[in-house]
């Protein structure tokens, strides 16, 4: 417990002192993300600020890697592609496919260091599945990262949420989730509305990645049930999927930039602040119940799959009373 401490506030420290000099260095046009007609901001704003939690958790890794060389360096490779990509990305826009093809050869790298610690490592079909889930959650946090402290907070929910339901995260993984927890934090000193900095695609995608390998080791460890971390993360990974659902059925460019998902109606209409604001309220009261109840190993697959249907109503009915997804939905006030 006095270690996680430790990893949690030596995290935060770091984090704010790296976060403040970085801010100081990409300040310059080239760096800077401009305001256009579908971006949530007003005014020039630094960019890339992922960066710092990224070296972090990457420097965990390294270390890591000195008890558990194939973990530690196939996390690393894994994690360096998500995030050298997004940095490219960053800096001068790059096609889809070739963002993909990186997302998934960095989620098969990190699938494999994860089986090593795993009692059944995943094979054929199912091992599939868990690279288009880590492919999906890293491009997830991509698509939800267009408001102020909106990704940042997410994170810090879900790290604390695991934590608090789980009873401590045992071994590298609870490390890693204090060490995000104090990253998170720190860059949200500099990310809340209004933020100073955005975290950029480097640490978006990067940020989706770690979150979704701790919810693969973790359900595979029966440490967090797969249904808990589903719950937690629910206000990110149903808006993404409601909104992407919409626009293929209604045959709209789905590469294009956009401002339909739900969390960018209520930003539009009642800002930033308020934005996170309702999100803390609907993670702590509602979200966070529900992932408690759905946590004993006791419940079953039909308990638990109700657990996530209750978590998700209200925003269903959110989505579909504000047309979200739908071009028209811009318009409803």
Same mark, same amino acid.
């Given at each position: 417990?006095?270690?996680?401490v430790?990893?949690?506030?030596? /995290?935060?420290i770091?984090?704010?002192i790296?976060?403040?000099?970085?801010?100081?260095?990409?300040?310059?046009?080239?760096?800077?993300?401009?305001?256009?007609?579908?971006s949530? #901001?007003?005014?020039?704003?630094?960019?890339?600020?992922?960066?710092?939690?990224?070296?972090?958790?990457?420097?965990f890794c390294?270390?890591? /890697?000195?008890? !558990?060389?194939?973990?530690?360096?196939?996390?690393?490779?894994?994690?360096?592609?998500?995030?050298?990509?997004?940095?490219?990305?960053?800096?001068?826009?790059l096609?889809?496919?070739?963002?993909?093809l990186? #997302?998934?050869?960095?989620?098969t790298?990190?699938?494999?260091?994860?089986?090593?610690?795993?009692p059944?490592p995943?094979?054929?079909p199912?091992?599939?599945?868990?690279?288009?889930f880590?492919?999906?959650?890293?491009?997830?946090?991509?698509?939800?990262?267009?408001?102020?402290?909106?990704?940042?907070l997410?994170?810090?929910?879900?790290?604390?949420?695991?934590?608090?339901i789980?009873l401590?995260v045992?071994?590298?993984a609870?490390?890693?989730?204090?060490?995000?927890?104090?990253?998170?934090l720190?860059?949200?000193a500099?990310?809340?509305p209004p /933020?100073?900095?955005?975290?950029? !695609? %480097?640490?978006?995608?990067?940020?989706?990645? %770690?979150?979704?390998?701790?919810v693969? #080791?973790l359900?595979?460890?029966?440490i %967090?049930p797969?249904? %808990?971390?589903?719950?937690?993360?629910?206000?990110?990974?149903f808006?993404?999927s409601?909104?992407?659902?919409?626009?293929?059925?209604?045959?709209?460019?789905?590469t294009?930039?956009?401002?339909?998902?739900?969390?960018?109606?209520?930003?539009?209409r009642?800002? #930033?602040l308020?934005?996170?604001?309702?999100?803390?309220?609907?993670?702590?009261?509602?979200?966070?119940?529900?992932?408690?109840?759905?946590?004993?190993a006791?419940?079953?697959?039909?308990?638990?799959?109700?657990?996530?249907?209750l978590?998700?109503?209200?925003m269903l009915?959110?989505?579909?009373?504000?047309?979200?997804?739908?071009p028209?939905?811009?318009d409803?006030?």
């Open positions: 417990m006095v270690s996680h430790l990893i949690f506030l030596g /995290a935060l770091c984090a704010l790296l976060q403040w000099g970085l801010l100081t260095l990409v300040a310059r046009p080239k760096l800077l993300a401009m305001p256009n007609q579908r949530s #901001h007003r005014r020039p704003t630094p960019t890339m600020g992922g960066v710092v939690a990224v070296l972090m958790v990457l420097v390294v270390s890591l /890697a000195q008890t !558990d060389t194939v973990l530690g360096w196939g996390l690393f490779a894994g994690l360096v592609g998500a995030a050298g990509i997004g940095l490219w990305d960053d800096l001068q826009p096609p889809g496919t070739v963002r993909l990186v #997302h998934i050869l960095s989620s790298a990190v699938l494999f260091a994860l089986q090593t610690q795993w059944q995943l094979t054929g199912i091992a599939a599945v868990a690279v288009f880590l492919v999906w959650s890293t491009n997830l946090y991509n698509f939800m990262d267009g408001i102020d402290g909106y990704a940042a997410q994170c810090l929910s879900f790290c604390l949420g695991v934590q608090m789980g401590g045992p071994g590298w609870g490390d890693l989730v204090w060490l995000l927890s104090g990253a998170a720190g860059f949200l500099f990310n809340w /933020a100073k900095i955005f975290m950029g !695609d %480097v640490g978006s995608g990067f940020l989706g990645l %770690v979150i979704g390998l701790l693969l #080791h359900w595979q460890t029966d %967090v797969l249904s %808990v971390s589903l719950i937690l993360l629910a206000t990110f990974w808006d993404a409601y909104t992407l659902f919409v626009r293929l059925v209604t045959g709209q460019r789905v294009q930039a956009h401002r339909l998902h739900l969390y960018q109606w209520l930003a539009m009642r800002g #930033h308020y934005t996170n604001a309702v999100f803390l309220v609907f993670s702590v009261f509602w979200l966070m119940p529900l992932a408690w109840w759905a946590f004993p006791s419940r079953t697959a039909l308990m638990s799959s109700a657990a996530i249907v978590a998700i109503l209200p009915f959110a989505c579909w009373r504000f047309k979200v997804g739908l028209a939905g811009e409803v006030a």
